[in-house]
């Protein structure tokens, strides 16, 4: 499915570095590949990247555009204290999503580990965040998580920065969270590696 109008987003390839246009374009191909599955929620949900060059800074989607609707070119650069350091030179309006920042800036700054987040509300998995048990080792699939999982309690939207520790802590050394009553997430060294975790997760 593509959109009825077309965003532009000029190219800044000669304006990053050559590992972060790398992790740039990784990154339009998982949000266009989770579309495709349809893992997506429309705008929101998030996947975050760091590049390999900057461990203090990562990328993060405009709030705002749909996952088929990103490009190499559409991410804007965030450090761990929320600046905004490379934005779209045309941002069609859209910006930071503060409860994407709070949640990821949580995780990278406890896991140096970590390359890549991938945060989902499917249908599924908010199924299962729902449940008191969480995600029970009844098929093969199951197991391939199991007993790695992590929990952590939704308390509305992670708008609060007091609320980064709390959720690093519940991720521990883990790379899979059930967000109770919200959602999925998976972090990896990569991001092929996150979205094959969320894919089977």
């Known amino acids: 499915m593509s959109s009825t109008y077309d ?10 570095s050559e590992a972060e246009w790398e992790a ?19 705008i ?22 749909l996952f088929e609707e990103m490009t190499a070119s559409s991410f804007m650069r965030v450090d761990l204290d929320g600046n905004i350091l490379v934005k779209p030179e045309v941002d069609h309006g859209y910006g930071l999503h503060m409860a994407a920042f709070v949640i990821h800036s949580a995780i990278y700054r406890a896991r ?66 059930i967000l109770r009553n919200h959602g999925l997430l998976t972090v990896g060294p990569s991001i092929p590696e996150t979205f094959n975790r969320m894919y089977g997760l």
């Open 7 to 16: 965003l532009k987003f000029p190219s800044i390839r000669s304006s990053v």
């Open 24 to 42: 740039r374009v990784n990154l339009a191909a998982c949000f266009r590949l989770t579309d495709h599955y349809g893992l997506s929620d429309m």
């Open 44 to 65: 929101y949900a998030h996947i975050p990247a760091r590049a390999s060059d900057n461990p203090n800074h990562f990328l993060l989607n405009l709030h705002g555009l």
């Open 112 to 177: 140096p580990d970590v390359m890549a987040i991938m945060h989902t509300h499917t249908i599924a998995g908010m199924a299962v965040s729902s449940l008191k048990c969480g995600l029970l080792p009844l098929t093969q699939t199951s197991h391939r998580f199991y007993p790695r999982i992590a929990y952590h309690d939704f308390t509305g939207p992670e708008r609060d920065p007091a609320e980064r520790e709390k959720l690093a802590a519940h991720l521990g050394k883990s790379d899979i969270m």
